[in-house]
C-alpha cells in the first residue's frame, strides 16, 4: 500500500522512480484547470459504418472528437475498454482469443487516447461515458459483455449507471480504479492527495520517462525480485501511451483520482465479475475491488495471488479462460 509520504516535483531520474512506484492511476488537478463536463457535446453527428472487408474506423461527436474503434467478428459482442494512458491496441490478446472464440469483439480508444482526436475539452468521466453510449447506439449493440481495466473499469461503471444496462448482458472489471481512489474522510483507505501531486510532477516533468518508468515497474510488477522482465511490453505500452494527447492524460488522471463511483456501483443490475491481482501497485485492492465487490448488488470478486495491474498481459491464459467462464455461465 502506498505510503502518505510527500512527493515533491522530481528533478531526478530516481525522483520519478519513486513517484512510479507510487501510483500510475490518478493525480490532482487545480480546479481551474479542470476540464468540466460538456453537456451534449457528445451526441454523435457521424457514424461512418463499418464496410465490408474493414476492422477499424471511427465515429465523431458533436464537439469534433473523432473516437477511433475496432469492430471484428460476428456474435455476441464483447466491448473492451481500456486503462490509462493507453489505447485499444492494450487488448491485444483479449481480442484474438475472443474473435476465436466465435464473439464479435469491439476496442476503442478513449477521447485523447491512441488514434482518437487529442482533445482538450470534455476529458470527464461523464463525457468518455456519454461518449461510449454513442458508439454503442452508432453499432446498435445488444446483449453486449463490457470488460473494462483500471481506467476503463471506471468506465464500464460509470456508463452502465448513467445510461443503464438495457443494452448490456454482463461486465468485467479488472484492477478498477471504482469505488474511489482519493482518501477522504469517507474513505479513509484511499490515497493522500500528496501521492498525486507528487504523479502530477513526474508526468510535467518528463512524461516520455515517466511512461517508461511506470512500464517498467509496478504496472507489470517487473520491479518485484524475480519478476520476468519483457521489454516489448514496456516498449508497447510506451508507444501506446505516447500516442495520446498530453493535455487528455493530465486531465484524465485528475479525473479518476478523484471520481467516486459509490453511487454508480449500487445501480449494477447485471452480473458484475470483479477481477483483482493481490499484487496490484497500482490500484492497491484493499481500496478497490475489495469494496467495489461489496457495493454491486450480482458482483463476483476473484482475486488473483501475487498477480500484477497488468495482469491482463502478463497471464493472458488465466484471464481469458476465466472471462469466458463468466461469459459463458447462466
Given at each position: 500500500m ?8 522530481p528533478?531526478?531520474r530516481r525522483?520519478?522512480l519513486v513517484?512510479?512506484a507510487v501510483?500510475s492511476g490518478a ?10 463536463p460538456s453537456?451534449g457535446?457528445t451526441s454523435?453527428?457521424?457514424h461512418?459504418?463499418k464496410p465490408k472487408?474493414s476492422?477499424?474506423?471511427c ?6 472528437t473523432?473516437i ?10 464483447i466491448m473492451?475498454?481500456?486503462?490509462w ?9 483479449q481480442i ?6 466465435g464473439?464479435?469483439?469491439?476496442a476503442h ?5 491512441g488514434?482518437?482526436?487529442q482533445t482538450d475539452t ?6 468518455y461515458a456519454?461518449d461510449?453510449a454513442e458508439?454503442?447506439?452508432a453499432l ?16 464500464v461503471?460509470?456508463?452502465l449507471?448513467r ?8 461486465a468485467?472489471i479488472?484492477g ?6 482519493l482518501?477522504s474522510?469517507t474513505n479513509?483507505g484511499?490515497?493522500?492527495?500528496s501521492v498525486?501531486?507528487?504523479?502530477r510532477?513526474a508526468?510535467?516533468?518528463n512524461?516520455a520517462?515517466?511512461y517508461h518508468?511506470v512500464a517498467a515497474g509496478p504496472?507489470?510488477?517487473f520491479?518485484?525480485t524475480?519478476a520476468?522482465t519483457s521489454?516489448?511490453l514496456v516498449?508497447?505500452w510506451?508507444r ?10 493530465y ?15 449500487r445501480?449494477?443490475?447485471?452480473p458484475?465479475l470483479v477481477m ?9 485492492i484493499a481500496?478497490?475491488?475489495l469494496?467495489?465487490?461489496?457495493l454491486a448488488p450480482r458482483?463476483?470478486l476473484?482475486?488473483?495471488p501475487?498477480?500484477p495491474h497488468?495482469?491482463?498481459t ?5 484471464i ?10 447462466g
Amino acid at each position: 500500500m502506498v505510503t502518505s509520504s510527500s512527493i515533491n516535483a522530481p528533478t531526478t531520474r530516481r525522483q520519478l522512480l519513486v513517484a512510479v512506484a507510487v501510483i500510475s492511476g490518478a493525480s490532482v488537478l487545480p480546479k481551474s484547470a479542470r476540464a468540466s463536463p460538456s453537456d451534449g457535446a457528445t451526441s454523435v453527428i457521424l457514424h461512418q459504418p463499418k464496410p465490408k472487408g474493414s476492422s477499424m474506423t471511427c465515429i465523431t461527436m458533436k464537439d469534433g472528437t473523432e473516437i477511433f474503434y475496432k469492430d471484428w467478428g460476428q456474435g455476441q459482442p464483447i466491448m473492451f475498454h481500456h486503462g490509462w494512458p493507453l489505447s485499444a491496441d492494450d487488448w491485444d490478446a483479449q481480442i484474438m482469443f475472443f474473435l476465436e472464440k466465435g464473439y464479435r469483439v469491439i476496442a476503442h480508444d478513449r477521447r485523447g487516447h491512441g488514434r482518437s482526436t487529442q482533445t482538450d475539452t470534455g476529458n470527464d468521466m461523464d463525457t468518455y461515458a456519454d461518449d461510449l453510449a454513442e458508439l454503442i447506439k452508432a453499432l446498435d449493440l445488444k446483449d453486449v459483455v463490457h470488460v473494462g481495466h483500471s481506467t476503463g473499469g471506471g468506465e464500464v461503471v460509470r456508463f452502465l449507471a448513467r445510461h443503464g444496462t438495457s443494452r448490456a448482458a454482463k461486465a468485467v472489471i479488472i484492477g478498477a480504479i471504482p469505488p474511489v481512489m482519493l482518501k477522504s474522510e469517507t474513505n479513509p483507505g484511499g490515497l493522500p492527495i500528496s501521492v498525486f501531486d507528487g504523479f502530477r510532477s513526474a508526468f510535467l516533468a518528463n512524461r516520455a520517462q515517466f511512461y517508461h518508468d511506470v512500464a517498467a515497474g509496478p504496472f507489470y510488477g517487473f520491479n518485484r525480485t524475480g519478476a520476468a522482465t519483457s521489454q516489448a511490453l514496456v516498449d508497447n505500452w510506451w508507444r501506446q501511451g505516447m500516442m495520446g494527447g498530453a493535455k487528455a492524460h493530465y486531465d484524465c488522471i485528475a479525473v479518476f483520482s478523484e471520481t467516486d463511483f459509490t453511487g454508480d456501483l449500487r445501480k449494477i443490475d447485471i452480473p458484475l465479475l470483479v477481477m483483482h491481482g493481490d499484487d496490484d501497485q497500482i490500484v492497491p485492492i484493499a481500496a478497490s475491488a475489495l469494496l467495489s465487490s461489496k457495493l454491486a448488488p450480482r458482483a463476483t470478486l476473484k482475486v488473483y495471488p501475487g498477480m500484477p495491474h497488468g495482469m491482463a498481459t502478463t497471464h493472458p491464459q488465466i484471464i481469458n479462460q476465466d472471462l469466458l467462464t463468466f461469459i459463458r455461465s447462466g
